[in-house]
């Protein structure tokens, strides 16, 4: 069965660098999107971003979405929809509960499928690291009362959207180019959050800088980040993707201290040397380990 038109991309990275430029981008835009928050709240920064990246998308990579076929709309659907949800659900997560704890849940996502889809000792060693990390990172001297219980659901359900995001991702990655499939996807994306977000969206008084800065989110936290992201999973597996990406919370960690002059913990810095030491693992087993192959 032909599997539809075809487009060469114009710039194509290996997967490693790819992802690792993607986490840069996606806290990048996780820092500017911040500031928008009490201009649209957190509905209206998600759908404003997912929109504004999906018609981005659609002027760069114009794909031909007539011609699609029903097995390339099967795997696009639901990529996007996932896609959707996750981005929603962090944001109204992060309104409601410490970036770090919002960070920390919704790694129990990827760290669940990259254990579920492990076959070696070695994998469940990056694993154990990545998660040592991880909960050194939490904010565990937070007050309990500050904590919101749909904050900590939220970001749970953003990680499980996370997960499915990986898989699916991997999927119609290998049946469109990552160009075609990123700018469908992400239009069915903003198609999902829109019914949520158009509220917050039109009571915003926008302004040149609020729209200039909505759009670098846009750039950031989304165009630029999840084209990447979909042309390293043409060649990843999910598990070794799901491993890679816990470099987020030390990421976001050393923006905080250099960007946001966010002072760290000698535990936290024992966090950082833990997720990186999990993602340097989780390269070199990337390297011997054959791309799967879809059914």
């Known amino acids: 069965m032909s599997e539809g038109p075809s487009v060469r991309s114009p710039l194509t990275l290996p997967p490693i660098p790819a992802v690792l430029i993607a986490i840069l981008s996606v806290q990048g835009g996780a820092a500017l999107a911040k500031g928008l928050f009490p201009a649209l709240g957190p509905a209206g920064t998600a759908g404003l971003r997912i929109c504004l990246a999906a018609l981005l998308l659609l002027a760069v990579f114009r794909p031909p979405l007539t011609r699609f ?29 410490p970036l770090g704890l919002a960070v920390t849940l919704e790694f129990l996502g990827p760290l669940g499928l990259a254990v579920l889809g492990s076959r070696h000792l070695s994998d469940f060693l990056w694993v154990a690291l990545a998660a040592a990390g991880i909960v050194l990172l939490a904010p565990w001297s937070g ?89 390293a999973l043409r060649s990843l597996p999910s598990r070794t993707f799901g491993i890679l990406m816990s470099l987020e919370p030390a990421v ?44």
């Open 143 to 231: 007050r309990a009362d500050a904590l919101d219980l749909w904050g900590v659901l939220l970001a749970v359900f953003a990680g499980a959207c996370w997960a499915a995001y990986i898989v699916l991702g991997g999927r119609v990655s290998r049946r469109l180019p990552h160009g075609q499939s990123v700018a469908a996807g992400m239009m069915i994306a903003a198609l999902t959050v829109l019914p949520f977000t158009l509220t917050d969206v039109l009571a915003a008084c926008f302004t040149p800088t609020l729209m200039g800065a909505a759009l670098g989110v846009a750039v950031l936290s989304s165009a630029l980040p999840y084209t990447l992201e979909m042309m």
């Open 69 to 97: 076929t029903r097995e390339q709309w099967a795997a696009v659907l639901p990529y996007g929809v996932v896609l959707g949800a996750m981005n929603l659900s962090f944001y109204l997560a992060l309104a409601r509960i």
């Open 252 to 295: 976001a960690a050393l923006m905080g201290l250099l960007v946001l002059g966010e002072q760290l913990s000698g535990l936290q810095w024992v966090a950082i040397v833990c997720v990186s030491a999990a993602s340097a693992g989780s390269t070199l087993t990337a390297s011997r380990v054959r791309p799967p192959v879809d059914a």
